[in-house]
């Protein structure tokens, strides 16, 4: 504290010297109005600098993010003037998601190697943290296509989180543009991307070989499909695990799951029949179902494909309750055709894949009494076991009933296979009246030799491939619109596109196997024999190596 001696009490006239206490600095009056006034100057100069500063700065990671940006977008463009895969734009997929109402907060997401993140809501979870639909990561998607393209391991389980996601992508995007119009709602959405979610979930183990190869040699007149499975492994799901749901939704994921088979209902029963067409499309075969695997398995496989899928997403349309689709897209369209074509030649019917093929038929049906494989069919709650692991189940079951299906599954590993001996594709002309050719026809047009075939030693596979219509043009049941401002559908022949364009739309490829390697060129000849006595000429393209004709101990 200072005492009253230590301040003078005077009051001080201008410019004299104010009273100050002992040991402090005598400075005028004005001299510290003007110290008060620099300092408030230098903050002011202090904050510009560092605003100066802050701009600066800003300005450098701007140009840092610029050049980053630029850096991926040369890349992208670079990556897809190559072709090297089908859909590198992830951000599509999650940038319309983000656009509808859910919360993508309140959901779980998995990282897709194809679309990204896949955002999953708490209705679909219930589907998925279930046994029956895990039983999917045990189901490859290309059966053994892997033994070919080693690349080819993935399963139906992420194949179904795609359709799910892509499903659920095509009916936001209708929504966002004709959903007052077309009357769509959030029952619509869920049940479009349950359907999709669902859709496989009753497919039998490797592919389509268990209900198109297997199933036909041990039950006759099989009529069994997996859509049908799925339907009723749908049902079973719900009341196993008690899933609190709408009826109405699970009737109609039932109705969308066999909309493209054989079993579909009649259309003029449908209200929105164009939902019905998003996940299994019965009319014209443009569906998510194939956006998604044309896509994952190019990628699988390692091979390029340059068909857009978003494009069509973007600009898909709504007519007459049927999903159009713009007039200039029309190659797009049959681009997604021509690619599946592309697969099923290259990968899906590949010799050596069908020669493993053919053995694994070969070594469930040896198996089937002893297993009881096929009977799992008739019960949801037994099928549901029943996967691609049963080839490792005949592997190691030491049952002597076994022998012959363990010999057959280690033969393929051992890489001890089913030799290809040669095929021809059918005439064009003579594809209306074609008839299967069976290991009888082989045996039956060989002539004299130092070996007599059995039919037993040979194997044919007849392989037909097209463009999801058999000899039909798929496109001319899809509809085109001129442009947003046209309410007219129309039908765009090829003709009318390009003379480039197929005029045939189906191929059948007989092919034939010998068991025994040492039997190639005794069933080589018999193969020509055969196809002089149908056709008059030798269809097939070369003559079979004579390195594999020779005898191999």
């Known amino acids: 504290m200072e005492s009253p001696a230590d301040v003078e009490l005077s009051t001080p006239a201008v410019g004299q010297i104010s009273p100050t206490p002992k040991g402090q600095e005598i400075r005028p009056v004005y001299q510290g109005a003007a110290d008060q006034a620099q300092e408030e100057s230098g903050d002011a100069n202090k904050i510009d600098l560092e605003k100066k500063h802050l701009i600066y700065w800003f300005d450098c990671f701007k140009m840092i993010f610029d050049c980053c940006l630029r850096a991926v977008v040369r890349e992208r463009k670079a990556e897809e003037s190559m072709g090297r895969f089908c859909n590198e734009d992830l951000s599509f997929s999650l940038n319309n998601n983000l656009s509808s109402s859910q919360d993508v907060r309140l959901s779980k997401h ?18 998925i943290d279930t046994e029956q639909f895990q039983r999917l990561r045990d189901l490859k998607q290309l059966g053994l296509a892997h033994m070919v393209y080693p690349g080819a391991v993935h399963s139906r389980f992420e194949h179904s989180l795609g359709v799910y996601w892509l499903a659920g992508e095509s009916v936001h995007k209708l929504k966002t543009y004709q959903g007052l119009e077309l009357g769509i709602d959030h029952f619509d959405v869920q049940t479009v991307k349950l359907a999709g979610l669902l859709h496989d979930i009753g497919h039998g183990p490797f592919s389509h070989l268990f209900e198109h190869e297997f199933l036909p040699k041990v039950l006759n007149g099989s009529k069994w499909s997996h859509e049908q499975m799925s339907v009723e492994m749908v049902d079973h799901i719900v009341d196993e695990h008690y899933i609190e749901i709408d009826s109405e939704i699970v009737n109609r994921v ?68 049927e999903i159009c689709y713009r007039a200039k897209d029309y190659l797009t369209v049959h681009k997604l055709f021509a690619t599946r074509a592309d697969l099923f030649r290259t990968v899906y019917a590949h010799a050596k894949v069908k020669a493993i093929d053919l053995m694994v038929v070969d070594a469930l049906v040896g198996a089937n009494n002893y297993l009881q494989i096929s009977s799992r069919i008739q019960d949801p709650s037994q099928y549901w076991k029943l996967d691609d692991t049963i080839i490792k189940t005949i592997q190691t079951d030491p049952d002597q009933e076994l022998k012959e299906s363990r010999d057959l599954i280690l033969r393929i590993f051992r890489r001890d296979l089913y030799q290809f001996c040669n095929e021809y594709a059918v005439p064009k002309d003579k594809l209306e009246n074609f008839k299967h050719v069976t290991a009888q026809d082989i045996v039956c047009s060989q002539k004299s030799s130092g070996v007599t075939l059995r039919e037993e030693d040979v194997v044919v596979s007849n392989v037909r491939i097209d463009l999801t219509r058999g000899r039909n043009n798929p496109l001319e049941s899809v509809k085109f619109f001129k442009d947003y401002e046209s309410d007219e559908k129309l039908s765009i022949p090829d003709s009318r596109i390009s003379h480039l364009l197929p005029a045939s739309y189906q191929d059948l490829i007989v092919r034939v196997y010998s068991k025994k390697p040492e039997l190639v060129g005794v069933i080589s000849e018999a193969f020509v024999n ?24």
């Open 530 to 553: 055969f196809q002089l006595k149908t056709y008059g000429i030798k269809a097939q393209v070369h003559e079979t190596p004579e390195k594999k004709k020779k005898t191999r101990s």
């Open 254 to 321: 039932k109705e969308m799951i066999l909309a493209s088979s054989k079993f579909a209902m009649d259309k003029s029963a449908r209200e929105k029949y164009f939902l019905y067409d998003i996940v299994a499309n019965g009319r014209n075969g443009i569906d998510v179902d194939k956006f998604d695997y044309i896509v994952r398995d190019s990628r699988a496989c390692g091979l390029g494909c340059n068909f857009q899928f978003q494009r069509l997403m973007e600009t898909m349309r709504v007519m007459g309750d």
């Open 110 to 127: 998995v990282h897709d190697n194809v679309h990204g993140n896949i955002y999953l809501d708490p209705l679909f979870l219930k589907f």
